[in-house]
């Protein structure tokens, strides 16, 4: 039976459906990328707008914390070899043992961030009269703000045959010295100061809380007199206990005595009787 009405088959779409498909598709992508960049316009804006606003609170903050450091410092000043133990005891910072005898005698250190912080910063280091250095302060300065960033240091003026970069930096100290050759190798190095990592471990971590640092050899050697008096107790009690049980048996020894002596007794009586 003839039909006269269309196949059951789907019918075929025109040519050139699936290039309008595709064009449509790119159309809506474009789309959607131009209102994604529009949003990041957004976002980049709040988030200057935020930087800058850190920047303010930063800047007043430094301030207030400002004279805390200088109180910081002069307490630090009453107590012998304070940086040098915080500087050894630092992961990173390493040391060879002329450089930590030179650095006994550093009493004071400054870290100054510009007023744009951004912009970069100093770091001071102050030394009381010394067999190394000529030098009150020497200071390594940071400026981070420029598309060349660069670093600057003090000259240091080295007393007669004192140049600790032209010593022989041998492993007699509590670390090997570092790549650059050692510590006053790094102060005077200024080829890379966006990289320059002991600068930052300087100003980041051990400036913020140089206690912490301090206190890490104290607090090893605490823990070593706290095995010791546990050691030297659990002998004491280990003492006490053996001191106990001969104690026990003598006086069991001597109950047996007693009883054997009343039983004696005891005979010789109705012996007698």
């Known amino acids: 039976?003839?039909?006269?009405?269309?196949?059951?088959?789907?019918?075929?779409?025109?040519?050139?459906?699936?290039?309008?498909?595709?064009?449509?598709?790119?159309?809506?992508?474009?789309?959607?990328?131009?209102?994604?960049?529009?949003?990041?316009?957004?976002?980049?804006?709040?988030?200057?707008?935020?930087?800058?606003?850190?920047?303010?609170?930063?800047?007043?903050?430094?301030?207030?914390?400002?004279?805390?450091?200088?109180?910081?410092?002069?307490?630090?000043?009453?107590?012998?070899?304070?940086?040098?133990?915080?500087?050894?005891?630092?992961?990173?910072?390493?040391?060879?043992?002329?450089?930590?005898?030179?650095?006994?005698?550093?009493?004071?250190?400054?870290?100054?961030?510009f007023e744009d912080i951004k912009s970069g910063y100093k770091i001071n280091f102050h030394f009381e009269e010394n067999p190394f250095l000529k030098n009150e302060v020497i200071s390594k300065e940071f400026h981070l703000g420029l598309s060349d960033p660069l670093s600057s240091s003090t000259p240091i003026n080295w007393k007669e045959g004192q140049d600790l970069t032209k010593k022989n930096g041998n492993a007699k100290g509590r670390k090997r010295p570092h790549e650059m050759g050692g510590f006053f190798s790094w102060f005077l190095n200024n080829d890379d100061p966006c990289s320059d990592e002991i600068a930052e471990v300087i100003k980041d971590d051990i400036w913020p809380n140089p206690l912490q640092y301090y206190l890490m050899e104290l607090d090893g050697g605490e823990d070593e007199d706290a095995e010791e008096d546990i050691v030297i107790m659990e002998e004491q009690e280990e003492d006490e206990e053996a001191n106990d049980e001969e104690e026990l048996i003598e006086d069991e020894d001597v109950g047996e005595g007693d009883e054997e002596a009343y039983a004696s007794e005891e005979e010789a009586e109705k012996s007698g009787g």
């Open 1 to 113: 039976m003839s039909s006269d009405g269309p196949s059951p088959r789907k019918m075929a779409k025109p040519s050139g459906s699936n290039g309008d498909d595709q064009s449509a598709t790119d159309m809506e992508t474009q789309k959607a990328l131009v209102d994604i960049d529009s949003c990041q316009n957004e976002i980049d804006a709040l988030n200057e707008k935020a930087s800058e606003e850190i920047l303010l609170v930063e800047q007043k903050y430094n301030k207030l914390r400002k004279p805390f450091f200088e109180k910081r410092n002069e307490i630090i000043m009453r107590i012998p070899n304070f940086w040098v133990t915080a500087f050894v005891n630092h992961p990173q910072i390493q040391l060879d043992e002329s450089e930590e005898d030179c650095l006994t005698h550093l009493k004071k250190l400054e870290v100054e961030e």
